[in-house]
Nanobody, 128 residues
Framework: QVQLVESGGGSVQAGGSLRLTCARSGYTYSGTNMAWFMTWFRQGPGKEREGVSAIYTGDGRTYYADSVKGRFTISQDNAKNTVYLQLNSLKPEDTAMYYC?????????????????WGQGTQVTVSS
């Protein structure tokens, strides 16, 4: 019903940058004009999925995991129902499949159990 499509992943050298995009479409019972928590998760090889960054589209409030603070920036374009994640100063440990997720309400924005809608993921690979 709600579709999320990620793009922008790729392979970069350590210290490089990428910009990920998550586009939201479709309808919910509450309609498409509702505000959303839009969140980026990632899962590296042999690691648990972790919340990276979230934004509440209603007021633009943002949330970041400690591991990415100061390096990643989340932003939105509500007119396009789109959220971006700017990844700077990338490290090899940032290598992961990055997923976009959406929810109308959450208890904690970076906890995956709060999210029902997920994209297919986009791969980020950082080499040394």
């Amino acid at each position: 019903q709600v579709q999320l499509v990620e793009s922008g992943g790729g392979s970069v050298q350590a210290g490089g940058s990428l910009r990920l995009t998550c586009a939201r479409s479709g309808y919910t019972y509450s309609g498409t004009n509702m505000a959303w928590f839009m969140t980026w998760f990632r899962q590296g090889p042999g690691k648990e999925r972790e919340g990276v960054s979230a934004i509440y589209t209603g007021d633009g409030r943002t949330y970041y995991a400690d591991s990415v603070k100061g390096r990643f920036t989340i932003s939105q374009d509500n007119a396009k129902n789109t959220v971006y994640l700017q990844l700077n100063s990338l490290k090899p440990e940032d290598t992961a499949m990055y997923y976009c997720a959406a929810a109308l309400w959450v208890g904690s924005p970076l906890e995956q159990r709060n999210y029902l809608y997920w994209g297919q993921g986009t791969q980020v690979t950082v080499s040394s």
